[in-house]
């Protein structure tokens, strides 16, 4: 899947919420196999990038100059940084890069999606009780506290006597 398609998919639009709250296991981990691609991208364009510098400089330093002098290792580091290949390889690696952090990105937006479908959920399920029912509630919670207040003092005087 792409970032684009993925992103597609973020919007908390439709009005069941519990279809979005259904699908949204299986979107996080389309993110995450997203993020998970992007990840090694990068690892295999930094290996690349590495790869190709220790390969240079190996051929470099076996080359010796007129009078058979090696090449110093601030020279080594120009040549190799002045390769079209390595600029090629640079700019793939920091590409990369950007993309796996936008993959990181992506994947805790869709954390936030999770966490905002909670917090339409709890809200859509208070909105279903009654201000009757709440105080119900809290009427039953007095009266349980009350009854256990009574049951204490009962006992209380059971034992005095």
Do not use: W
Request: charged share 35%; aromatic share 4%; glycine share 4%.
């Amino acid at each position: 899947m792409t970032s684009k398609e993925l992103i597609k998919k973020l919007p908390i639009v439709a009005e069941n919420i519990l279809e979005e709250a259904a699908n949204q296991p299986q979107l996080f981990v389309e993110a995450a196999y997203y993020r998970v691609g992007k990840m090694r991208k990068q690892n295999q364009s930094g290996a690349a990038l590495a790869h190709h510098i220790s390969h240079m400089a190996t051929k470099i330093r076996n080359k010796k100059n007129e009078a058979g002098e090696k090449i110093t290792e601030g020279a080594l580091k120009e040549r190799i940084e002045i390769n079209e290949a390595t600029q090629q390889l640079r700019e793939a690696n920091s590409q990369a890069y950007c993309e796996e952090e936008f993959a990181k990105l992506l994947l805790e937006a869709f954390r936030m999606r999770a966490k905002a479908l909670h917090v339409i959920a709890d809200a859509k399920m208070y909105e279903g009780r009654s201000p009757s029912a709440e105080i119900d509630k809290i009427e039953r919670r007095r009266l349980a506290a009350r009854a256990r207040d009574l049951e204490l003092e009962r006992r209380n005087s059971e034992i005095e006597d």
